[in-house]
């Protein structure tokens, strides 16, 4: 079956500090991940694909196949990172999987 | 242009009775997607329109939920004899088939509270 783990509900670190969203995945074929995010009264939004290789706000992911991982990586973090965080993979046509999500919170 | 608008925002419903939750897509987006977003269960898919193809209904918790999606752009969420276990916040989100991404695209939810 298909699946995408967030072994994480919770997240804090320090402003400044690394920080490192862990998705694990489970998936047959050639899989297409994504980083979906909700910042605090906002609507859930596409924040990065694995196909386009981008860095967005400061946050990239790196598809790694030998471990079925799609970690979501920014080297500092700022404030207004803070939101939850959904890994999401493309099942099908169209259709997402989501995680369960990690709420990240950055301590000033 | 506009997005993906929901409504209500918010609905508050005894148990036992029915309810109706709108989606409107964003125009010309040929799928969409009902979720239901509830604490300690993550975003969980429940229905998936796209096109004039029979929807994927897969994710649908029990028979109490239906959807339906009429000329292929407005769709509504129905919930019978609602429990409250029910209680959540509903999210639909809408797809283009054109570009290679298929990114979907959110509205405001529907928080769904059944006393």
């Known amino acids: 079956a298909q699946r995408v783990t967030q072994p994480e509900k919770l997240l804090s670190v320090f402003k400044g500090a690394p920080v490192e969203l862990k998705c694990n995945y489970s998936?047959?074929?050639?899989?297409?991940l994504f980083w979906y995010v909700q910042y605090s009264r906002q609507r859930l939004q596409l924040l990065l694909r694995h196909i386009s290789r981008e860095s967005i706000k400061g946050f990239t992911a790196d598809l790694n196949k030998g471990e079925t991982s799609f970690h979501l990586k920014k080297p500092f973090a700022q404030e207004e990172d803070s939101a939850m965080y959904y890994c999401a993979l493309k099942q099908g046509a169209q259709k997402l999987v989501f995680g369960q999500g990690t709420r990240l919170t950055i301590n000033p | 242009g506009a997005g993906v608008s929901q409504s209500p925002s918010n609905k508050v419903t005894e148990k036992g009775k029915d309810v109706e939750l709108r989606c409107d897509p964003i125009s010309g987006h040929t799928a969409l997607y009902w979720y239901r977003q509830s604490l300690g269960q993550g975003l969980e898919f429940l229905i998936y329109f796209q096109g004039n193809s029979a929807p994927d209904k897969s994710g649908l918790p029990s028979d109490r939920f239906s959807a339906e999606r009429t000329g292929g752009s407005v769709s509504t969420l129905t919930i019978q004899r609602t429990q409250q276990e029910d209680s959540a916040v509903y999210l639909c989100?809408?797809?283009?088939?054109?570009?290679?991404?298929?990114?979907?695209?959110f509205g405001p939810g529907t928080r769904l509270t059944v006393t």
């Open positions: 989100a809408s797809s283009s088939s054109m570009g290679f991404s298929y990114e979907q695209y």
């Open positions: 998936y047959s074929g050639s899989p297409e």
